[in-house]
């Protein structure tokens, strides 16, 4: 199964976008470009929404992520995700949503949006074949509303059967790494056909951990195996180069030297694992970089800079923690004062900006 460009079509791309009128970028565009940020406004004529659609027009953001709060009504959501369109067309904005079916939707029949099965069930129920037919509809829906990045699919086994964050809410497709693969191929075939790009998530594996991410520190150090990297290898054998989104947790083997960092912000992780055991050389997207695993032990500098310098190309904010409208200003100026000062920090931008532009030349 084809699933996205082959890597070296993709830089081809990226090398072309870049030399046409246009995209000689600064170092502050391709610093924006590696912002997705939360925000609040349901409305496209709200004050909040006005601002953050002229950020994505002077490229001081890449992208923006929907939560519920922000879904009123369908007819607004596609208003709004007309107006972010708009401000970029050349280089399109992520328009991001967590949209795995089950206990994780943004939209929901609450606002007339047709809700699915969470992915155990799909499993359990449907072949592949078929839970790509389910996966099709949900994937037009928000093509049709103006998405261009879904948030899935989930490639973590089902292996701890009291995780609090993946089995709890039955977001595994199953215990069997083929198996997983297999539905995680379906949910993204899905999605090509609509033209929204994907992320699989929790790189390096979220479902044997005994604790909640969201909520602090997740140690997997005694309970993670190499097994759990099956999927992603399966999928990336397949010539996938869709987004692989990274979590917050912490294992002592693969902790980066005098730090206990979680693999967000590890280069073992990352740079190691990754791109280089692994060979993924996509774009690697954060989970939300306000849950409590880092803003409990990493102010925002620390944050932005150690997640760089690990090898991620996309820091995700849900600014939520502590809303404010600048947060995308501060995290900026964080990276083009470190790019400034350090020129292989610079050239880690540079890096991660081709890949992005990359990318975003799958949008439709």
Same mark, same amino acid.
């Given at each position: 199964m084809l699933l996205a460009l082959r890597p070296a079509l993709a830089a081809l791309v990226a090398s072309l976008m870049m030399i046409a009128p246009g995209f000689a970028a600064s170092?502050?565009?391709?610093?924006?470009?590696?912002?997705?940020i939360g925000f609040q406004g349901d409305s496209a004529n709200d004050k909040s929404i006005k601002a953050?659609?002229?950020?994505?027009?002077? %490229?001081?953001?890449? %992208?923006?992520? +929907?939560?519920?709060?922000?879904?009123?009504?369908?007819?607004?959501?596609?208003?709004?995700?007309?107006?972010?369109?708009?401000?970029? /067309?050349?280089?399109? /904005? +992520?328009?991001?949503l967590d949209q795995e079916g089950g206990a994780v939707e943004r939209l929901t029949k609450d606002v007339g949006f047709t809700e699915i099965a969470n992915a155990r069930t799909i499993a359990r129920k449907m072949s592949p074949e078929q839970a790509e037919a389910v996966y099709a509809k949900m994937a037009k829906a928000i093509a049709d509303l103006g998405f261009t990045v879904n948030f899935g699919p989930v490639a973590d086994l089902d292996i701890n059967p009291n995780n609090q964050i993946i089995?709890? +809410? %039955?977001?595994a497709f199953s215990a069997d790494p083929a198996v997983v693969a297999q539905y995680d191929a379906a949910f993204i075939a899905a999605h090509e056909q609509a033209g929204i790009l994907t992320a699989l998530k929790h790189f390096p594996g #979220?479902?044997?951990?005994?604790?909640?991410? #969201?909520?602090?520190f997740v140690d997997i150090t005694k309970t993670w195996s190499k097994t759990e990297l099956e999927p992603y290898r399966a999928l990336f054998s397949q010539g996938y180069t869709g987004m692989v989104m990274v979590g917050h947790l912490f294992h002592a083997d693969y902790s980066d030297a005098g730090a206990k960092t979680p693999s967000s912000l590890s280069s073992q992780w990352i740079t190691g694992v990754l791109r280089g055991d692994l060979g993924f050389d996509g774009v690697a997207i954060s989970d939300d970089l306000e849950m409590g695993a880092i803003r409990k032990h990493f102010n925002l500098k620390q944050t932005v800079t150690g997640a760089v310098r690990a090898g991620l190309d996309v820091l995700l904010f849900s600014n939520t923690a502590n809303y404010h409208a600048g947060l995308g200003d501060e995290v900026r100026a964080i990276l083009v004062s470190e790019a400034k000062a350090d020129p292989e920090f610079a050239a880690r931008i540079e890096q991660s900006y081709n890949r992005i532009v990359a990318l975003k030349a799958h949008i439709r």
């Open positions: 170092l502050d565009e391709m610093a924006g470009q590696m912002i997705v953050l659609t002229a950020e994505l027009a002077a %490229g001081d953001i890449g %992208g923006v992520m +929907f939560l519920k709060t922000n879904v009123s009504s369908l007819a607004a959501v596609k208003a709004m995700n007309a107006a972010f369109r708009d401000a970029s /067309p050349a280089l399109p /904005p +992520f328009i991001t089995a709890k +809410f %039955g977001r #979220h479902g044997s951990s005994t604790a909640d991410s #969201h909520e602090g």
